[in-house]
Structure formats: structure tokens, C-alpha cells
């Protein structure tokens, strides 16, 4: 067999190692960073008052943090933007922009973690029918091992 056999010895002090079957190894992190994560919606022409983008749902084994977000409505003032996350059944309030000018992008810089099943949604509130809507998110991907 090659590789640390006996889990006594001194390699093992700093933890994080185990057997796989053949051999001692150090494992992978338990959560680590993967890849990043960018996305970009938008709808132009919208047929209601109040419309919601919806972000990619995070596939099983994963985790994903958005840590940056932009949205911009650029015909009208809306009343609110609103940053949600989607669990498949409710949408849970995150962060709003209030009664943000027309135009005029609204950055927010998030920390919301995602788990599988998830997505970010932000909806506009008082935008008005045939505005152009823009939503753009950023962060990473971890995967679950």
C-alpha cells in the first residue's frame, strides 16, 4: 500500500484526513469554492405593473453566495426594487431599494446563501407595462462533498 498507513503518525495533526478505501488522504474541503457565479436577466416590454426575474435554481450538491447584485428599471421610478430568495414554495425579503430612480442601476452588496432548490429573484414593484428591466447578480459556487 502506498501513501500514510498508520493514522498515528505525525501527519494527521492538523485533521481534515481520512480513508478511502485503499489509502489514508487529505480530504477536500467540506465546503469549498468551485466556480464563479454570474447571471443576467432581463425582460423588456413586460406586460404587468409588478414583475419578477427569476435567477438559475441551485442544482442539488451545491451551495451558491451571491455577494454582489445590480437591478435597474430603465423607464420609470418604481416604488421598490426587492431582492428575494425562492425555495420552490416562499419568497423570503432580503434587501429593497427604495423608490430607486429611473435609469439609474442600484447596487447591493449581498451575503445570502443559497442552497440547492434555491434561486434570487428580485421583483419590481410599480414599474410600469413595457418598461426594460435588468437584473445582474455575482458570487461563487461551492461544491458539497
Not at 24 to 48: A, C, H, I, M, Q
Not at 86 to 95: M, P, Q
Not at 112 to 126: E, N, P, S
Request: charged residues 20%; proline residues 4%; negative net charge.
Amino acid at each position: 500500500m502506498t501513501g500514510i498507513t498508520d493514522p498515528t503518525q505525525e501527519y494527521f495533526k492538523d485533521g481534515g484526513w481520512g480513508h478511502d478505501g485503499t489509502q489514508w488522504r487529505k480530504l477536500p474541503l467540506l465546503w469549498g469554492y468551485s466556480d464563479v457565479w454570474r447571471e443576467r436577466l432581463w425582460e423588456l416590454n413586460p406586460l404587468t405593473i409588478e414583475y419578477r426575474l427569476y435567477m438559475t435554481v441551485v442544482p442539488t450538491g451545491e451551495v451558491w453566495v451571491a455577494k454582489h447584485a445590480i437591478t435597474v428599471d430603465i423607464n420609470t421610478v418604481c416604488t421598490r426594487h426587492l431582492i428575494q430568495v425562492y425555495d420552490g414554495a416562499k419568497f423570503f425579503d432580503t434587501i429593497a431599494a427604495e423608490s430607486p430612480a429611473a435609469g439609474i442601476p442600484q447596487n447591493y452588496h449581498l451575503d445570502i446563501v443559497l442552497k440547492a432548490g434555491d434561486q434570487l429573484a428580485v421583483i419590481f414593484v410599480g414599474s410600469a407595462v413595457g418598461d426594460d428591466l435588468y437584473f445582474f447578480t455575482q458570487g461563487y459556487k461551492m461544491v458539497i462533498a
